[in-house]
């Protein structure tokens, strides 16, 4: 079995800052990419940011210059640092990784959902 746990949502002002975490654990051999998602109200899951085994990293265009992610391998977590919240940032977070368990299967898991909340 595995899981992936997410917290450090909530709510802040404009201009804010919040740091996610997730960490995964389980049954896991190794893990590939990691990465946040998105969910705004009434609109598509979106990429927010990934992160390669070398650390190679992606950002949506909207979030570029504002938000950090980083991995650290030996706790099996990625983060996202959030500086510079807008409303616009507001959203279901989700982690995601890329894993291999025990036995060779590789599949992509999900957290459960962590809400992000920026007030005007």
């Known amino acids: 079995q595995v899981q992936l746990v997410e917290s450090g949502g909530g709510l802040v002002q404009a201009g804010g800052s919040l740091r996610l975490s997730c960490a995964a654990s389980?049954?896991?051999?190794?893990?590939?990419?990691m990465g946040w998602y998105r969910q705004a109200p009434g609109k598509q899951r979106e990429l927010v940011a990934h992160i390669t085994t070398d650390d190679d990293t992606n950002y949506a265009d909207s979030v570029k210059g504002r938000f950090t992610i980083s991995r650290v391998n030996a706790k099996r977590t990625v983060y996202l640092q959030m500086n510079s919240l807008k409303p616009e940032d507001t959203a279901v977070y989700y982690c995601?990784?890329?894993?291999?368990?025990?036995?060779?299967?590789?599949?992509?898991?999900w957290g459960q959902g962590t809400q992000v909340t920026v007030s005007s």
């Open positions: 995601n990784a890329d894993i291999v368990r025990w036995g060779g299967a590789r599949s992509p898991y």
């Open positions: 389980g049954t896991i051999f190794t893990i590939n990419t």
